[in-house]
T-cell receptor, first 113, second 117 residues
Framework: SQQGEEDPQALSIQEGENATMNCSYK?????LQWYRQNSGRGLVHLIL???NEREKHSGRLRVTLDTSKKSSSLLITASRAADTASYFC?????????????WGLGTSLAVNP | DTAVSQTPKYLVTQMGNDKSIKCEQN?????MYWYKQDSKKFLKIMFS???????INETVPNRFSPKSPDKAHLNLHINSLELGDSAVYFC????????????????FGPGTRLTVT
Protein backbone atom coordinates (compact mmCIF):
# COMPACT_ATOMS: atom_id res chain seq x y z
CA SER A 1 0.00 0.00 0.00
CA GLN A 2 1.10 3.59 -0.47
CA GLN A 3 3.23 4.96 2.30
CA GLY A 4 5.14 8.09 2.97
CA GLU A 5 8.74 7.76 3.91
CA GLU A 6 10.45 9.87 6.51
CA ASP A 7 14.15 10.30 6.79
CA PRO A 8 16.14 10.01 8.80
CA GLN A 9 14.59 7.13 10.73
CA ALA A 10 16.34 8.38 13.85
CA LEU A 11 17.93 11.68 14.78
CA SER A 12 19.88 12.64 17.89
CA ILE A 13 20.80 16.26 18.58
CA GLN A 14 21.76 18.55 21.46
CA GLU A 15 19.34 20.95 23.07
CA GLY A 16 19.34 24.27 21.25
CA GLU A 17 20.18 22.78 17.86
CA ASN A 18 17.77 22.64 14.95
CA ALA A 19 16.21 19.38 13.83
CA THR A 20 15.15 18.71 10.25
CA MET A 21 13.04 15.77 9.19
CA ASN A 22 12.01 14.94 5.65
CA CYS A 23 9.02 13.19 4.21
CA SER A 24 8.56 11.88 0.68
CA TYR A 25 5.32 10.58 -0.79
CA LYS A 26 4.22 8.88 -3.96
CA UNK A 27 1.07 10.45 -5.37
CA UNK A 28 -0.49 13.89 -5.77
CA UNK A 29 -2.00 15.13 -2.55
CA UNK A 30 -4.70 17.41 -1.18
CA UNK A 31 -2.80 18.12 2.01
CA LEU A 32 0.09 16.89 4.11
CA GLN A 33 0.08 16.77 7.88
CA TRP A 34 2.75 16.37 10.54
CA TYR A 35 2.11 14.71 13.88
CA ARG A 36 4.14 14.16 17.04
CA GLN A 37 3.95 11.11 19.28
CA ASN A 38 5.52 11.15 22.69
CA SER A 39 6.46 7.79 24.15
CA GLY A 40 3.41 5.89 25.31
CA ARG A 41 0.97 8.57 24.15
CA GLY A 42 -1.39 9.25 21.28
CA LEU A 43 -0.43 11.30 18.25
CA VAL A 44 -0.79 15.06 18.34
CA HIS A 45 -1.43 17.11 15.23
CA LEU A 46 1.24 19.76 14.57
CA ILE A 47 0.67 21.37 11.18
CA LEU A 48 -1.43 20.85 8.05
CA UNK A 49 -0.13 22.25 4.76
CA UNK A 50 -2.29 22.27 1.65
CA UNK A 51 -1.03 21.33 -1.81
CA ASN A 52 -1.15 24.96 -2.96
CA GLU A 53 0.98 26.16 -0.04
CA ARG A 54 4.78 26.10 0.04
CA GLU A 55 5.61 26.98 3.61
CA LYS A 56 3.91 27.22 6.98
CA HIS A 57 5.04 28.23 10.44
CA SER A 58 3.77 27.46 13.90
CA GLY A 59 5.90 28.66 16.79
CA ARG A 60 9.28 26.92 16.49
CA LEU A 61 8.00 24.67 13.69
CA ARG A 62 8.48 25.36 10.01
CA VAL A 63 7.06 23.07 7.34
CA THR A 64 7.84 23.27 3.65
CA LEU A 65 6.16 21.45 0.80
CA ASP A 66 7.60 20.82 -2.66
CA THR A 67 4.90 19.14 -4.74
CA SER A 68 7.19 18.84 -7.76
CA LYS A 69 9.52 16.64 -5.72
CA LYS A 70 6.69 15.12 -3.69
CA SER A 71 8.46 15.95 -0.48
CA SER A 72 8.05 17.95 2.69
CA SER A 73 10.32 18.90 5.54
CA LEU A 74 9.69 19.72 9.17
CA LEU A 75 12.18 22.01 10.89
CA ILE A 76 12.18 22.39 14.67
CA THR A 77 14.30 25.34 15.72
CA ALA A 78 16.03 25.75 19.09
CA SER A 79 15.09 22.23 20.13
CA ARG A 80 14.28 21.33 23.71
CA ALA A 81 14.42 18.03 25.59
CA ALA A 82 10.61 18.07 25.54
CA ASP A 83 10.72 17.79 21.73
CA THR A 84 11.97 14.22 22.11
CA ALA A 85 9.32 12.17 20.31
CA SER A 86 8.50 10.39 17.07
CA TYR A 87 7.35 12.58 14.21
CA PHE A 88 5.07 11.31 11.47
CA CYS A 89 3.98 12.79 8.19
CA UNK A 90 0.65 11.82 6.67
CA UNK A 91 -0.86 12.70 3.31
CA UNK A 92 -4.36 12.87 1.88
CA UNK A 93 -4.18 11.60 -1.72
CA UNK A 94 -5.83 13.74 -4.39
CA UNK A 95 -7.19 10.73 -6.29
CA UNK A 96 -8.50 7.37 -5.26
CA UNK A 97 -9.46 6.91 -1.65
CA UNK A 98 -8.98 10.40 -0.26
CA UNK A 99 -10.90 9.58 2.85
CA UNK A 100 -7.90 8.37 4.79
CA UNK A 101 -4.43 9.54 5.71
CA UNK A 102 -1.46 7.70 4.26
CA TRP A 103 1.10 7.51 7.06
CA GLY A 104 4.87 7.48 6.97
CA LEU A 105 7.00 5.31 9.19
CA GLY A 106 8.14 8.16 11.41
CA THR A 107 11.37 9.80 12.53
CA SER A 108 12.47 9.21 16.09
CA LEU A 109 13.99 12.41 17.49
CA ALA A 110 16.09 12.47 20.65
CA VAL A 111 17.05 15.87 22.04
CA ASN A 112 19.80 15.54 24.60
CA PRO A 113 20.01 18.07 27.44
CA ASP B 1 -11.97 17.89 29.36
CA THR B 2 -10.59 14.87 27.51
CA ALA B 3 -11.25 15.29 23.79
CA VAL B 4 -10.89 11.66 22.70
CA SER B 5 -10.99 9.02 25.40
CA GLN B 6 -10.51 5.27 25.22
CA THR B 7 -11.12 2.49 27.68
CA PRO B 8 -9.41 0.48 28.84
CA LYS B 9 -5.88 1.87 28.68
CA TYR B 10 -4.34 -1.57 29.16
CA LEU B 11 -5.81 -4.94 28.27
CA VAL B 12 -4.08 -8.23 28.99
CA THR B 13 -5.92 -11.34 27.91
CA GLN B 14 -5.41 -14.88 26.72
CA MET B 15 -5.60 -16.26 23.21
CA GLY B 16 -9.09 -17.16 22.14
CA ASN B 17 -10.85 -14.61 24.33
CA ASP B 18 -13.20 -11.89 23.06
CA LYS B 19 -12.64 -8.29 24.13
CA SER B 20 -13.93 -4.79 23.40
CA ILE B 21 -12.36 -1.36 23.37
CA LYS B 22 -14.50 1.76 23.66
CA CYS B 23 -13.91 5.24 22.31
CA GLU B 24 -15.72 8.50 22.85
CA GLN B 25 -15.06 12.00 21.49
CA ASN B 26 -16.57 15.25 22.73
CA UNK B 27 -15.29 17.43 19.89
CA UNK B 28 -18.46 17.27 17.82
CA UNK B 29 -16.56 15.64 14.95
CA UNK B 30 -18.40 13.60 12.34
CA UNK B 31 -15.68 11.05 11.56
CA MET B 32 -13.97 8.50 13.80
CA TYR B 33 -11.19 6.00 13.16
CA TRP B 34 -9.52 2.93 14.57
CA TYR B 35 -5.79 2.49 14.05
CA LYS B 36 -3.41 -0.30 14.99
CA GLN B 37 0.18 0.60 15.84
CA ASP B 38 2.66 -2.26 15.94
CA SER B 39 5.90 -2.55 17.89
CA LYS B 40 7.79 -0.74 15.10
CA LYS B 41 5.37 2.18 15.42
CA PHE B 42 3.82 1.57 12.01
CA LEU B 43 0.33 3.07 12.05
CA LYS B 44 -2.29 1.14 10.12
CA ILE B 45 -5.84 2.38 9.50
CA MET B 46 -8.44 -0.28 10.27
CA PHE B 47 -11.85 1.35 10.09
CA SER B 48 -13.48 4.73 9.78
CA UNK B 49 -17.04 5.91 10.31
CA UNK B 50 -18.56 9.12 9.05
CA UNK B 51 -21.88 10.01 10.69
CA UNK B 52 -22.26 6.37 11.74
CA UNK B 53 -21.64 5.13 8.19
CA UNK B 54 -18.67 2.81 7.61
CA UNK B 55 -16.47 4.54 5.00
CA ILE B 56 -13.13 2.79 5.44
CA ASN B 57 -12.80 -0.93 5.97
CA GLU B 58 -9.24 -1.99 5.37
CA THR B 59 -8.02 -5.55 5.03
CA VAL B 60 -8.67 -6.57 8.59
CA PRO B 61 -9.60 -10.07 9.79
CA ASN B 62 -13.34 -10.34 10.26
CA ARG B 63 -12.65 -11.15 13.91
CA PHE B 64 -12.53 -7.36 14.26
CA SER B 65 -15.92 -5.66 14.22
CA PRO B 66 -16.43 -1.93 14.74
CA LYS B 67 -19.68 -0.42 15.95
CA SER B 68 -20.69 3.20 15.99
CA PRO B 69 -23.89 3.73 18.00
CA ASP B 70 -23.71 7.49 17.39
CA LYS B 71 -21.33 10.12 16.03
CA ALA B 72 -19.52 10.47 19.33
CA HIS B 73 -18.80 6.80 19.96
CA LEU B 74 -16.88 4.11 18.13
CA ASN B 75 -16.25 0.72 19.67
CA LEU B 76 -14.05 -2.14 18.53
CA HIS B 77 -14.88 -5.74 19.32
CA ILE B 78 -12.31 -8.45 18.74
CA ASN B 79 -13.22 -12.14 18.70
CA SER B 80 -10.91 -15.10 19.21
CA LEU B 81 -7.87 -13.01 20.04
CA GLU B 82 -4.52 -14.12 18.60
CA LEU B 83 -0.94 -13.38 19.61
CA GLY B 84 -0.54 -11.18 16.52
CA ASP B 85 -3.30 -8.90 17.73
CA SER B 86 -0.97 -7.57 20.43
CA ALA B 87 -0.45 -3.90 19.63
CA VAL B 88 -1.55 -0.43 20.64
CA TYR B 89 -4.97 0.51 19.27
CA PHE B 90 -5.74 4.17 18.76
CA CYS B 91 -9.07 5.83 18.25
CA UNK B 92 -9.10 9.17 16.46
CA UNK B 93 -11.66 11.69 15.27
CA UNK B 94 -11.77 14.49 12.73
CA UNK B 95 -14.19 16.85 11.06
CA UNK B 96 -14.62 16.23 7.36
CA UNK B 97 -14.65 19.01 4.81
CA UNK B 98 -18.05 20.26 3.73
CA UNK B 99 -19.33 18.15 0.87
CA UNK B 100 -16.49 15.67 1.10
CA UNK B 101 -14.59 13.32 3.26
CA UNK B 102 -11.15 14.92 3.05
CA UNK B 103 -9.71 14.39 6.49
CA UNK B 104 -8.41 17.45 8.22
CA UNK B 105 -6.38 17.15 11.39
CA UNK B 106 -7.12 14.08 13.44
CA UNK B 107 -7.34 14.02 17.21
CA PHE B 108 -6.08 10.86 18.83
CA GLY B 109 -7.01 9.10 22.01
CA PRO B 110 -4.33 7.91 24.44
CA GLY B 111 -4.34 4.38 23.05
CA THR B 112 -5.19 0.94 24.37
CA ARG B 113 -2.24 -1.39 24.79
CA LEU B 114 -3.50 -4.90 24.08
CA THR B 115 -1.35 -7.84 25.12
CA VAL B 116 -2.44 -11.32 24.13
CA THR B 117 -0.71 -14.16 25.97
Amino acid sequence: SQQGEEDPQALSIQEGENATMNCSYKTSINNLQWYRQNSGRGLVHLILIRSNEREKHSGRLRVTLDTSKKSSSLLITASRAADTASYFCATVPRAGNNRKLIWGLGTSLAVNP
Amino acid sequence: DTAVSQTPKYLVTQMGNDKSIKCEQNLGHDTMYWYKQDSKKFLKIMFSYNNKELIINETVPNRFSPKSPDKAHLNLHINSLELGDSAVYFCASSQSARGGFDPYEQYFGPGTRLTVT
